[in-house]
């Protein structure tokens, strides 16, 4: 019984030291990320298709905030509205900043009521709104 009670209690001080270094390393090498690639990447169709060049939504979402605009780059899927939609994710808003910083909020350079827009779209339904659409015609 005795034995039990000590490796129980060896395994159990293991585990917890195991979770805290963990948590630590974690915490050391966290990456920030440009909070815009997920606005653009809800945007975008999400078909993963690669037809943008690209090894999926995401990555393309990546190119275009990372390129600042979108000059050069396309999604054949979305076409020409939804890079009208990343396109205006993109520029910042000469409006918000003004109101944003009086607010005294830190702005990402791009337009508060865009991103708030876009969050509201992206649900699961959101994901292929053509073929959402498709289904309920039938």
């Known amino acids: 019984m005795e034995l039990i009670l000590i490796s129980m209690g060896v395994l159990g001080v293991t ?36 037809g943008c060049g690209f090894a999926g939504c995401r990555n393309f979402a990546e190119a275009c905030v990372k390129a600042g605009g979108i000059e050069g780059l396309s999604c054949p899927v979305g076409g020409e509205p939804t890079m009208d939609e990343v396109k205006r994710i993109l520029t910042p808003s000469d409006e918000a900043a003004p109101a944003a910083q ?15 827009k876009i969050k509201a779209l992206a649900t699961p339904r959101a994901v292929f709104p053509n073929l959402v659409a498709l289904a309920q015609k039938k």
């Open 15 to 50: 585990g917890f030291v195991a979770a805290v270094l963990l948590y630590v390393v974690s915490q050391l090498f966290k990456v920030e990320e440009d909070p815009r690639i997920d606005l653009v990447q809800a945007v975008l169709p999400g078909a993963n298709c690669g």
């Open 102 to 116: 009086e607010a005294g909020e830190k702005t990402k350079g791009f337009d508060p009521v865009i991103a708030a």
